[in-house]
């Protein structure tokens, strides 16, 4: 049912796209005229959505919302169907956010501005879509149009090893997605009508040995997204050569995209799989933590180190998602939401430091926070947000997570028990990285200099003390480094804001989604109960300890499998 008449979310995806074609035609010469318009038009999009979820989304409801389908390819089932529910609706606001802010905070770019801004529309509009699409083969076009502008911009405005890392980029995602186009054929073509839409696929009955192939390929494909170990060596590498606002566009929405697809369609549309599949999943996700955290220590990259950071956190999501807990699966999403906001601003206050510095190694860096106290302050805050600081959002997300595998009846408390400690091990190593960066970025890295500071020329100065940039000693007042700018400071103020609004009262976010993952929980717990009891020599109790209640019978997508 489309909202008032007025198909809300067509709007809200083809706003960016038609949008960005008229950029070509600008009377625009030096670019400022672009810049203007580019960021209108993410405001407006991101005001219209807000507005659509305000006055049109229904928290309480397990089923999709603002429905709009338009027959596309009749002979092949294939529609023009978009909606929202619980899953969705949430992480389409975070895309919007981050996407606008990202615009923003390329507001200096002069290398081709009419390309850049036009590439970065068009992927505005391929995020909202792939988060919003209710057609499997709709799902997948918007999938394979994000990558193209994310190619582009990396190739074209990254670091030296830019082309490297776009087609290593664009080589992985682009191969795993075969897996998801396969899967979406075999849904499709099963069973007596051949359909693409979400809600008819989530009605099939598959053959247990066809959902775990479906499972399995699904997981490759949203694997690599997410960035699981071992799909995951894209990731560092883009990063480190990505532009600052590219880099908060990967970590802060695409990364989300493999977290939504194997809640949209691993856990609630194969959810008989998702049971073979769960302890797999909690492994994962702890390799993932304990990996990515240990290979941070390594990287003299600033960028690198984030991104390695960022292969930690997305370990949490897949602990939730595995956990058969209501307090884990929400926990997941609002993981997701958490890190797509810490992530941004991360990277974004690294490519205000990069602009400064020139540089993004680190050993080259130290003692700038004399002369940066407001990007110092504002880096600091993102880190604490990182490593779980409470009244962060950080910290409620993983502690949710937490909870939810701890108390999980379904896997035997050995297995918790182990799982929680490997994860625990991951928590105590991320405030050592992320300190220790902080340290030597900002204090002294014990480089050897090339001046001598106490020389006659400078002890009578009024200063304090002496600035020194890598092996460039200067005065505070000498220094060419400004502190952060007003456009700057609004930027990291917005994700920072949210952060701790998240951090001390949750349910601004949980309440978007929590009916939506209990619904989807219950489900995945049927499915165990049911094959718990057919088939007990599969759960061996080392690992499964199937004794527990029968849940309550929640609707899921308004469909009872």
Request: with cysteine.
């Amino acid at each position: 049912m489309i909202a008032d008449g007025f198909p809300w979310l067509t709007a809200i995806i083809l706003l960016p796209l038609v949008a960005s074609m008229l950029i070509p035609v600008l009377p625009d010469k030096e670019g400022k005229l672009v810049r203007w318009y580019a960021l209108g038009v993410a405001i407006a999009d991101f005001i219209l959505m807000c507005y659509t979820f305000w006055k049109h989304y229904d928290a309480s409801s397990t089923t999709f919302q603002l429905v709009e389908k338009y027959v596309w390819l009749p002979q092949l089932g294939v529609s023009w169907a978009v909606s929202v529910d619980g899953i969705s609706a949430p992480l389409v606001l975070l895309a919007g956010l981050v996407t606008t802010l990202s615009i923003f905070a390329a507001w200096q770019v002069n290398l081709k501005p009419r390309l850049f801004y036009f590439l970065m529309l068009v992927l505005y509009s391929a995020q909202i879509g792939v988060f919003v699409a209710q057609d499997l083969m709709l799902f997948f076009i918007m999938w394979e149009l994000e990558l193209v502008p994310v190619y582009l911009l990396v190739s074209i405005w990254g670091g030296q090893k830019r082309r490297y890392a776009a087609t290593k980029f664009l080589l992985y995602t682009a191969a795993a997605s075969i897996f998801i186009l396969v899967a979406g054929l075999a849904m499709a073509l099963y069973g007596d009508n051949t359909t693409f839409d979400i809600v008819e696929l989530g009605a099939k009955n598959y053959p247990l040995a066809l959902e775990l192939w479906l499972y399995a390929g699904l997981l490759i494909a949203f694997g690599v997204k997410l960035a699981i170990f071992p799909f995951h060596t894209w990731l560092p590498d883009a990063h480190g050569e990505a532009s600052a606002p590219v880099s908060m566009i990967l970590a802060g929405v695409l990364l989300k995209m493999g977290g939504y697809g194997l809640i949209r369609l691993n856990l609630e549309m194969l959810s008989d799989a998702h049971v073979y599949f769960a302890p797999a999943l909690a492994t994962l996700g702890v390799i993932n933590i304990i990996y990515g955290a240990l290979n941070s220590f390594a990287q003299t990259n600033m960028k690198r180190r984030l991104a390695y950071s960022s292969i930690s956190h997305m370990g949490f999501v897949l602990l939730g998602i595995a956990s058969f807990t209501d307090v884990g699966v929400s926990g997941a999403m609002l993981q997701m939401l958490s890190h797509g906001l810490i992530a941004a601003v991360l990277f974004f206050l690294a490519g205000v430091t990069y602009d400064r510095t020139h540089t993004m190694a680190m050993d080259n860096m130290g003692g700038i926070g004399q002369v940066m106290p407001k990007v110092f302050a504002l880096f600091t805050a993102g880190a604490m947000a990182s490593l779980a600081l409470p009244g962060m959002s950080g910290f409620v997300s993983e502690l949710q997570v937490f909870v939810g595998v701890t108390t999980s009846d379904i896997y035997s408390a050995t297995f918790c028990t182990v799982m929680v400690f490997l994860a625990a091990v991951g928590v105590i190593l991320t405030p050592i990285y992320l300190l220790s960066m902080l340290r030597q970025v900002f204090y002294g890295t014990g480089a050897e200099l090339n001046c001598d500071i106490n020389n006659a020329a400078l002890e009578n100065q009024e200063d304090e003390g002496t600035v020194c940039f890598g092996t460039d000693c200067l005065l505070p007042n000498e220094a060419v480094y400004s502190d952060a700018r007003p456009r700057e400071v609004f930027i990291a103020a917005c994700f920072l804001v949210l952060i701790i609004s998240f951090g001390v009262y949750p349910k601004l976010a949980t309440q978007m989604y929590d009916v939506k993952t209990v619904a989807v929980n219950n489900q995945v717990r049927q499915s165990y109960i049911q094959f718990a009891q057919a088939k007990p020599q599969i759960f061996a109790k080392r690992l499964f300890s199937p004794q527990i209640t029968e849940p309550e019978t929640v609707p899921v997508l308004g469909i009872i499998k």
